[in-house]
């Protein structure tokens, strides 16, 4: 069964860390782009962080950028979201995806919440 799980997320002070993992199982997410996505009560889901399957090139949305760093462990399967700094507004449910050859995202995982708040 193709599956992603996301875990990591949680409740934290201003200024403070997470890590993001999304885990696959039941395909190999080497020869997959992925993508971080975020969506927040009331506002459309964006995308936060992408790391390409060949080279991979990372590329931040300008909210994220210096703060956030994705990072990927073919041996574990698994990609990362380092997030510091961390400020009420990135609050939100964190979802990863695995985009193939296309455009499109084939892979969703369930989400993690993440809450930034004192």
């Known amino acids: 069964q193709v599956q992603l799980v996301e875990s990591g997320g949680g409740l934290v002070q201003p200024g403070g860390s997470l890590r993001l993992s999304c885990a696959a199982s039941?395909?190999?997410?080497?020869?997959?782009?992925i993508g971080w996505f975020r969506q927040a009560p009331g506002k459309e889901r964006e995308g936060v962080s992408c790391?390409?399957?060949?080279?991979?090139?990372?590329s931040y949305t300008d909210s994220v950028k210096g703060r956030f760093t994705i990072s990927r462990d073919n041996a574990k399967n698994t990609v990362y979201l380092q997030m510091n700094s961390l400020k009420p507004e990135d609050t939100a449910v964190y979802y990863c995806a695995a985009r193939g050859v296309g455009s499109t995202y084939d892979y969703w995982g369930q989400g993690t919440q993440v809450t930034v708040s004192s």
């Open positions: 790391i390409s399957s060949g080279d991979g090139s990372t």
């Open positions: 039941g395909f190999t997410l080497e020869g997959y782009a």
